[in-house]
């Protein structure tokens, strides 16, 4: 937590609190916790709506199996999970989509045989679909 700016200060009590420059004077508990190694480590704990730059953690609590756990409050964007990925992956294409029917509308006013289809333009050209029909006599 020292790497993002906290300090660490002892009252006059001997009680100890972090603060942080972003919080301006904000005195915050600090969790202990021990770890497996046998180390342990000094948190800053923060609700998260008190917390809108993410420095601090928060301690969740879970009510059917009553266990806790001490999680960052740093801000996730949608952007970088899965589905956000996706999403924008979908975007891209959209993107890459609008284009080349932009370049092919282009090329349909110059090019009378390249045909961009409307809105309202029905799907069966029957300019040519008369002369691509087969006859009786022609096999498939």
């Known amino acids: 937590m020292m790497d993002l700016g906290w300090s660490m200060y002892e009252d006059n009590t001997g009680g100890t609190y972090f603060t942080h420059p972003t919080y301006q004077g904000e005195k915050y508990p600090i969790y202990t916790p021990q770890l497996s190694t046998g180390s342990c480590i000094c948190l800053p704990i923060i609700k998260r709506e008190n917390d809108p730059k993410g420095l601090g953690c928060s301690i969740i609590y879970n009510y059917n199996t009553g266990s806790c756990k001490v999680e960052t409050n740093e ?3 949608y952007w ?3 589905k956000g990925s996706k999403q924008s ?8 989509r609008k284009k080349k029917r932009h370049e092919y509308s282009e090329m349909a ?5 390249i045909i961009v289809w409307e809105k309202d333009t029905p799907r069966c050209n029957p300019k040519t679909w ?3 029909r087969l006859t009786i006599g022609e096999e498939y």
């Open 75 to 77: 801000w996730k964007s």
């Open 109 to 113: 006013k110059t090019d009378k045989s």
């Open 80 to 82: 970088d999970s899965r």
């Open 89 to 96: 992956d979908y975007h891209n294409y959209l993107d890459a």
């Open 130 to 132: 008369r002369n691509n």
